[in-house]
């Protein structure tokens, strides 16, 4: 049997529910508003009753899809449907929403009742579950990345120049692909250059451009990169590769937003966003006087640092199953995955050429593997392993010997026999490098790496 | 951040793009899904044009990048994410945001200059704070 209860008491009721819960009167105005709507909306009591129910509730339902239009419509309540709302501080709050028809003594209908969960402890869960932040080819479950990630929105949103630091091979292209696709110049040209690539008037003129005439062989205008990027983004890849004079004349493009192409006398203005990248210690090259100072400031509005891959190792697996899926994609195979072994001795690597290191050896195993698990077999050589037969029966001393002149070798091999690059990468200096190497009767290849170019 | 809403002079907007976000004859409550705009173009504090425009997408930047093609300077809508409220200042449109009420009443008073008003504000934006619940409220209900 139905029996009616006080207001105080229904009021008392409803703010001991955990769920937000407010009413409507046949006029769509709040009528009642619990204390848990009251927490979940940041919308007092007082500033609800009375008010239109899309101007408090404000979900993404109200204008398309009402859940209580529907139930008013249909007459059948709707269970928990999923939308966000937008609560006093602009936050979007997860919520999934039920209602139901109020009905007087008589059964007619004098309004309806809606009730809506905060699903954001939900959410953050469910990520936290799949574990897995991804944006284009970036994918992640370490807490350093997931903060950039979180960022990222902001940092597209704004015109400031982005400073992107961080070892080869980390991703600083995709991070910048990243920040155009969600900017509002996502329509508009990225135009990727690597400072480092070209020699110094090659790249003046790659990026401001040239007239016709400006030297022998110019034979008609050339747009430079800034011109081709105009409205849209350009990715200054190792910028500081770039010379003292190239530095002055891109100082005086961010300051003044203008290029002059070689051999014009007049400048054009550019509405270029500019992303640079450096895997260099940009400070350092101050203090010694090797990269401008105003520059530096210029270009470090927004700094983003990305974490090499042997600082995030828990996202090996997460990368692994991404490329197995890019490259089946790619390759129309269909391989599994990584199986165990394999996995452990990808983790056991250091990967000094990162995420696009990891990303070759994958390649590497699909070579062999079209089909089922790759195996540590299907895996390069000198992956995460250390034969038996290096340690075999041998003593302490033998066994930690063996292993060091292991990682020695991995080293040099991965640096192409570049001495300092080896030392660098192992952490040790290259005086410890060539004394280990020599009571270890490890000897460097008559061809060395000496002449290569450092990075 | 987004009830701090900024006054412009009259002077600012003679001759500007002024976009309205609307349902049903009144300002959309939720700009972030909002699909339909109405654009005025304002001279001499009176409306010289009006254009009824549809977003294709609920695309953030789309939405965004629509607005700057049409060169709207000043966006008045109703609830919007803090984010979608960042990207669009820092791409230099003006908001009014968590506006309520019907869509002439508040190009009214915007032309005189009245906008952010008490009585053309979503609830909340006033104030955070929890205010001390009154007893006894609230008609009988039927549990």
Redesign the interface.
Known sequence: M???????A??T?LDSISDGVF?IDENWRI??FN?AA?NI?????????G??C???????M???ECAMRRTMDTGRPVINRSGFI???????IPVSVSTAL????AGSIIGGAETFRDLSEIETLRKELSGKYQIGDLVSRSPAMRQIFELL??V????STVLLCGETGTGKELLARAIHN???R??KPFIAVNCGALPDALLESELFGYKAGAFTGANRDKPGRFAQAHEGTIFLDEIGDISQALQIRLLRVLQEKQVEPLGSTSPVATDVRVVAATNRDLEKMVEKGEFRQDLFYRINVIRIDIPPLRERKEDIPLLADHFVSKFNRIQGKSVQGVDAEALARLMAHDYPGNVRELENRIEHAFVLCSNGWIQPGHLPEGIGRIEPSEIGQKNFHEAVNAFEAHLIRDAMRENHYNRLKTARRLGIHKTTLFRKMKSLGIEFPEADGRSRAEG | ???AFKVKSLEEKNGMKVALAV?NGRI???F????NLLVIEVKDCSIVERIEVHFSSDQA?HK??RL?EMEVAVLLC??????L???LE??GISLY?FI?GDVESVIGEYLKGRLPSPGMS??????????K???????????
Do not use: Y
């Not at chain 1, 909306?41 to 009753?49: H, N, P, R, V």
């Not at chain 1, 109020?102 to 003594?105: A, G, P």
């Not at chain 2, 979503?122 to 205010?131: K, L, T, V, Y």
């Open positions: 139905k029996q009616s209860i006080s207001p105080q229904a009021a009721i009413t009528s009642e204390r009251e909306t940041g919308i007092s009591w007082q500033e609800a009753i008010r239109p899309w101007e408090v509730f404000r979900a993404s109200c204008e398309v937008i609560d006093a501080d602009g936050q979007r109020l009905k007087d003594e929105p902001q597209a949103a704004s015109t969600m900017s509002p996502s329509g | 951040m987004l009830c349902w959309s409550p939720v972030d899904v909002s699909r930047m965004v990048r700057m109703g609830a919007v994410s803090r984010q409220a960042a990207t820092a791409n945001a309520s979503m609830p909340g934006c006033r104030s955070a704070r929890r205010r619940r009154e007893k006894f409220r609230g008609k009988k209900v039927k549990i």
